[in-house]
Nanobody, 124 residues
Framework: QVQLVESGGGLVQAGGSLRLSCAAS????????VGWFRQAPGKEREFVAS????????DYTDSVKGRFTISRDNAKNTVYLQMNSLEPEDTAVYYC?????????????????WGQGTQVTVSS
């Protein structure tokens, strides 16, 4: 069983930056693929980015490419999401998710473990 805890959310003006963190409890965390998803009010949860065992295997949804960067520090059992040039459309609850399979995945059902979420609000 893996427990994931997100932190780093908050209120920021458009054009600003935030860094989200996802801390995992599992000693085998480095074997998991980890993703970030977000859910805005009234919308379905959507894929944002994911990372494999190393920082070389990353995947991003088109709307965040060039603005968001996902990375991981396996020594700290932590995955980060650096978010730059934030837009009001990025406002959502951001969730960290993990899956044992290293293959890239983008659907909610393909991830087995979820954090409780952290709110990101971008004001215009």
């Amino acid at each position: 069983q893996v427990q994931l805890v997100e932190s780093g959310g908050g209120l920021v003006q458009a054009g600003g930056s935030l860094r989200l963190s996802c801390a995992a409890s599992a000693r085998t965390f480095s074997n998991y693929r980890v993703g970030w998803f977000r859910q805005a009010p009234g919308k379905e949860r959507e894929f944002v980015a994911s990372i494999g065992w190393t920082n070389a295997s990353t995947d991003y949804t088109d709307s965040v490419k060039g603005r968001f960067t996902i990375s991981r520090d396996n020594a700290k059992n932590t995955v980060y999401l650096q978010m730059n040039s934030l837009e009001p459309e990025d406002t959502a609850v951001y969730y960290c998710a993990g899956r044992w399979n290293p293959v890239k995945a983008r659907s909610v059902g393909e991830f087995n473990y979820w954090g409780q979420g952290t709110q990101v609000t971008v004001s215009s």
